[in-house]
């Protein structure tokens, strides 16, 4: 069963400061790894999406990497804003498991 | 982006009843979509994988009978909560893929609050 982790559980930093999200997986056998934006109380908007063929995936402030043989993850949020504050989460497989997510505060 | 409507946003029922919830491909057909539950503070869960004119896909735990899924068209997914209970109150959301391709990006709809009272 893939199990799926994210690192730090949550984190908080001033404005303007990039961000570093991790997530890891135990089945390296994926199509591709989804990273994810949850808003409290809202549903989940979809921020990248890398296949496993692919290392990296950029847009805009957001760029995230995958080293699908080391079931690794990571996303980069570039000089973060306060609208950026949100819980985030990355996902793998076709019925998406789920990591536990990383809820980031960026200070004014 | 593809998009995927849920109604209602949030429901509030007495103990006993049923709720239904909708889950819309709005610009795709879809053949599969997948209904997850979260709990406060938690991640998603995995309910079922709802099949357009077949049988929905329960996973391991997940109350057939309580938790009844339709999928008539290839835009339309329903989950009724039957006879609901305090304890069913969760927030409920869909997703979909877009053809179902197993490597194309899913979308969610904006998730459903269903209070048991």
Partial sequence: KQEVTQIPAALSVPEGENLVLNCSFTDSAIYNLQWFRQDPGKGLTSLLLIQSSQREQTSGRLNASLDKSSGRSTLYIAASQPGDSATYLCAVGYKLSFGAGTTVTVRA | ?117
Avoid at chain 2, 19 to 45: G, H
Wanted: proline share 3%; charged share 20%; aromatic share 10%.
């Fill in chain 2, 1 to 117: 982006g593809a998009v995927v409507s849920q109604h209602p946003s949030r429901v509030i029922c007495k103990s006993g009843t049923s709720v239904k919830i909708e889950c819309r491909s709005l610009d795709f057909q879809a053949t599969t979509m997948f209904w997850y539950r979260q709990f406060p503070k938690q991640s998603l869960m995995l309910m079922a994988t709802s099949n357009e004119g077949s049988k929905a896909t329960y996973e391991q735990g997940v109350e057939k009978d309580k938790f009844l899924i339709n999928h008539a068209s290839l835009t339309l997914s329903t989950l009724t909560v039957t006879s609901a209970h305090p304890e069913d109150s969760s927030f409920y959301i869909c997703s979909a893929r877009d053809g179902g391709r197993v490597n194309t990006e899913a979308f969610f709809g904006q998730g459903t609050r269903l209070t048991v009272v």
